[in-house]
């Protein structure tokens, strides 16, 4: 039996659960740092094959400098703090519905991960790439888009994984 509490009336009655905040907040970070490494190593070995010709980290920051020549440092910061957010809302989401553990937190963080690199690859391709900064960005195909979906896809799978294995 979990936490009691008494009501106005005087009944006793089974507190609701609560969020363990502290321990969503550490596992989301770690989940973050470990999801956006592995979404960078992705897509670097996808641009390495040349399928795409990308550099993700570059791109987001010169967006904020507006020069590729401190485009690495601010995208890299940009990238750290949205992926721990990102895993913070996958992780909150999956500890308020019941979903992290282990393997269903990995197979909802893929899930999620094929929403937000569909949704991403989408405004990638139709409305951040006309409007970026620099020449070399403006031009985003088919392949940069399915660079990104896969990138994501790999950031929710690791994300989901961490959750689920930090579940108790």
């Given at each position: 039996m979990?936490?009691?509490?008494?009501?106005?009336a005087?009944?006793?009655?089974?507190?609701a659960?609560?969020?363990?905040?502290?321990?969503?907040?550490?596992?989301?970070?770690?989940?973050?740092?470990?999801?956006?490494?592995?979404?960078?190593?992705?897509?670097k070995?996808?641009?390495?094959?040349?399928?795409?010709?990308?550099?993700?980290?570059?791109?987001?920051?010169?967006?904020?400098?507006r020069?590729?020549?401190?485009?690495?440092?601010a995208?890299?910061?940009?990238h750290?703090?949205?992926?721990a957010?990102?895993?913070?809302?996958?992780t909150?989401?999956?500890?308020?519905?019941?979903?992290?553990?282990?393997p269903?937190?990995?197979?909802?963080?893929?899930?999620?991960?094929?929403?937000h690199?569909?949704?991403?690859?989408?405004m990638?391709v139709?409305?951040v790439?006309?409007?970026?900064?620099?020449?070399?960005?403006?031009?985003?195909?088919?392949a940069?888009g399915?660079?990104h979906?896969?990138?994501?896809?790999?950031?929710?799978?690791?994300?989901?994984?961490?959750?689920?294995?930090?579940a108790?």
């Open positions: 979990g936490l009691l509490t008494v009501d106005s005087g009944n006793v009655m089974e507190a659960p609560s969020l363990p905040i502290l321990r969503i907040a550490a596992t989301a970070v770690v989940a973050g740092i470990l999801g956006g490494s592995a979404m960078v190593g992705v897509m070995l996808i641009t390495r094959a040349e399928w795409a010709r990308y550099d993700m980290i570059v791109a987001v920051g010169s967006m904020v400098t020069t590729r020549e401190n485009g690495f440092r995208g890299a910061v940009i750290i703090v949205s992926a957010a990102f895993a913070l809302l996958y909150i989401v999956m500890w308020k519905f019941g979903l992290a553990h282990f269903t937190a990995f197979f909802t963080g893929v899930a999620f991960g094929i929403v690199g569909i949704i991403v690859s989408l990638l139709w409305i790439a006309e409007r970026h900064p620099l020449v070399e960005f403006q031009e985003a195909g088919l940069v399915l660079v979906f896969a990138g994501h896809v790999a950031f929710g799978a690791v994300v989901g994984f961490v959750i689920g294995i930090a108790p």
